[in-house]
Structure formats: structure tokens, C-alpha cells
């Protein structure tokens, strides 16, 4: 230790000598573990570069596919081609734009609730005027109940949507009530929708994130709302309105009603109907109103002679002056297939494409 205070530089620049010498070997260490990692990085890209350019098979027996510069410009008209396809994909389904029903935006609590009762009671004068029946005890309120019956109710959340599911609604009751055949029998029992004020925003980590889906947690116990089974809503193609009608009436009504709405040019859809047979009360109802008893055949309207006589009995030909009849007594045609009423269900869909979101700029780059 005297030693060591006697000479304390020259020992002390030892110690300063090892340490960086120390520190020097480390450094170099890591150094070489560095760059033999990135000689293995670099490995690694050199192969992954050969192989693309050395081409990949897809296809059994066929010849490899690279990724030169020939197959990158027919790979991106590809692209351009999809975009194009898929372009014209959504103007097929959101159909003429003049024809697209849109809900206002500009709308508050009391204007909407007030709009929606006005159009109730302007869809069954409609009915009461064109002689179309509606269920005696309680009539449909096409889809609103909850704003007819609960004073005070209003959107909670879409108010545009809500609308546009007024004015669709609108556009299905009248081509029904212009599929009536005259003094044919019809009921409307309910106009259902999808109730879009119970729907939340679904959070992240959920499939849909960011998208709008039934809230769980609320009970939908209206008459005249329902979550369809079918639908042609795909997420971030598509968006759907559904809607669903039921009423009772003869098939010429349900086939003009459903080809009124396909040929109508709006971006509308029917996903489903369903056919059953009107029960005894819905018959007593329509036979004491407009249109033939359901059991009478074609009272009101006698079939035509081209069937002859199959939906009813035919009147016989009267035979001209001197001559004998046409028909002998004998020859007298049944009824075979008496004409009833049946109760049709029908949803509708009404197709929409969502707006496109803007492409996240590049870092750097200014938002404009």
C-alpha cells in the first residue's frame, strides 16, 4: 500500500489504462454482435428479394411468376380494373340518384315526432279513401308505434335516419295501395321497420368496431318493430334499412306489388315472403267490406275466358237467333280450385352504399 501512495499516478494511470481497455473489448463486442446481426438482416432480405424475383409457382405445372417489371404493370392494372368493377358495383346498387330517398338532416325532437304522427294519419286516410282495410282493434301505425302511443318519445340518436325511414315506408304503403285491383279485398295488418333509435356505437376490440349494432341492454317490445334474419347489409359495402309488411289479400296484389317495387328504379330490395292462409276472422272482415267473400270464388270480377271457367263458373254463350247452344246441360264445368285469401309477409331492404373514408395521409405529410 506505501508502495502504491508512493507511485498513486503512474498506478492510477494503470487503472485508467485497463478500464479503457476494457471498455475497448466490450465495444468491440458488441460491435461485432451488431454487425453480425445485421449481416444475418441483410442475408435474410437478399434471399426474400431472390425469391420474388426468381418467381413462385401457384399453380402446379405452371411456370413461376415473378415479380418483374412486366408482372408489376399488369399487377397494377389488375388494381385498376377491381377499382373500376367495384365502381360500378356501387352505382348498381345505389341505382339512379334522383330516385335515392334521403332523410332530412335539419330536424329536432318536436318536428320529427310531429312529421311522424302527420304521416300516420295521412297513410290510413289514404287507406280509408282507397277502401283498403286496417285492423279494427288496433290499426298499424306503420312502424311507429312507439311515437303514436308514447307521447313524447323522439329519436335519441339519428334523426335523418329515422326520416328516411318515413319516406320509405311512404314510398312502400302507396305502390301497395296502387297494386289493389279494383273491389279486390286487402288488409293491411302492419308495416314493421328496424328500429335504428335502439342502435349503439360498437367499441373497439368488437366485430364492427366503429359501426352502429342493436344495443343489447334495451328491450324492443313494439308491435311493429323487428330485427331481420336476412338482410343484404354487408359491412362497409353495404348499408341496409329493413322493412316489413304484412297483409292479407289475393296473389295478383302480392305479384303486382312486388313488381311495382323491382321495377320501380330505387335501390330497394325484397329478401323474403313468406305465403300463408288468412284465418277465419281476417275473412269474416274483408267479406262484410270492399271486395267478394273469400269463398265466393270470383264474384267480383269473373274470370277470364281464356281458363275457362277454372277460378269460377262461366256464363254460358248465348246461342244466336235459331240456333241451338253451345254447351249442352251435361256439359256444365265445376269449381275446382276455389279462390281464397292469404296472408302475405314481405321484407324489403333498402340498399345504400356508406360514404368512402379518406385515405390516411402519409407521415409527413400535411392534412389538407
Not at 481497455?21 to 445485421?38: H, I, K, M, Q
Not at 397494377?76 to 345505389?94: F, P, T, Y
Not at 332523410?103 to 283498403?132: T, Y
Not at 311495382?260 to 325484397?270: E, L
Request: charged residues 25%; hydrophobic residues 40%; proline residues 6%.
Amino acid at each position: 500500500m506505501q508502495n502504491f501512495k508512493k507511485n498513486l499516478g503512474f498506478n492510477l494511470a494503470l487503472i485508467a489504462i485497463a478500464l479503457l481497455f476494457v471498455g475497448g473489448c466490450v465495444a468491440a463486442v458488441l460491435a461485432y454482435r451488431g454487425n453480425t446481426s445485421s449481416a444475418l438482416v441483410l442475408d435474410r432480405a437478399r434471399k426474400e428479394q431472390a425469391g420474388l424475383l426468381r418467381g413462385h409457382v401457384f399453380v402446379p405445372g405452371a411456370s413461376a411468376v415473378s415479380l418483374d417489371d412486366e408482372n408489376v404493370r399488369k399487377a397494377a392494372d389488375d388494381v385498376k380494373d377491381l377499382e373500376a368493377h367495384i365502381a360500378s358495383l356501387r352505382a348498381a346498387i345505389a341505382g339512379n340518384a334522383e330516385l335515392a330517398i334521403k332523410g332530412r338532416a335539419s330536424a329536432n325532437s318536436a318536428e320529427m315526432s310531429a312529421l311522424l304522427r302527420e304521416s300516420v294519419d295521412g297513410w290510413r286516410k289514404l287507406a280509408l279513401d282507397q277502401g283498403i282495410k286496417l285492423m279494427p282493434n288496433d290499426p298499424t301505425a306503420f312502424g311507429f308505434h312507439r311515437y303514436i302511443h308514447n307521447q313524447g318519445t323522439a329519436p335519441k340518436r339519428d334523426f335523418q335516419k329515422v326520416d328516411q325511414q318515413r319516406l320509405v315506408i311512404d314510398f312502400i304503403v302507396r305502390q301497395l295501395a296502387e297494386s289493389r285491383l279494383p273491389g279486390s279485398p286487402l288488409l293491411i295488418e302492419s308495416v314493421d321497420r328496424e328500429p335504428v333509435e335502439t342502435y349503439v356505437l360498437i367499441p373497439e376490440g368488437k366485430p364492427g368496431a366503429g359501426t352502429y349494432g342493436p344495443d343489447g341492454d334495451i328491450s324492443r317490445n313494439e308491435v311493429d318493430e323487428f330485427t331481420p334474419t336476412r338482410t343484404f347489409d354487408r359491412l362497409n359495402l353495404v348499408e341496409t334499412l329493413s322493412f316489413r309488411v304484412r297483409f292479407v289479400g289475393y296473389t295478383p296484389t302480392l305479384r303486382t306489388f312486388v313488381n311495382k317495387i323491382r321495377n320501380s328504379g330505387r335501390p330497394v330490395a325484397i329478401t323474403t315472403i313468406d305465403v300463408g292462409m288468412a284465418n277465419k276472422e281476417t275473412e269474416k272482415l274483408l267479406a262484410n267490406g270492399n271486395g267478394a267473400p273469400a269463398s265466393s270464388g270470383l264474384a267480383a270480377a269473373p274470370a277470364p275466358s281464356l281458363v275457362g271457367g277454372f277460378f269460377g263458373a262461366e256464363e254460358p254463350a248465348t246461342p244466336a237467333k235459331g240456333g241451338k247452344a253451345a254447351v249442352s246441360s251435361e256439359d256444365k264445368r265445376t269449381l275446382v280450385v276455389p279462390r281464397k285469401l292469404s296472408s302475405f309477409v314481405v321484407q324489403i331492404d333498402y340498399l345504400s352504399i356508406p360514404e368512402e373514408k379518406p385515405a390516411a395521409t402519409a407521415e409527413g405529410e400535411p392534412k389538407k
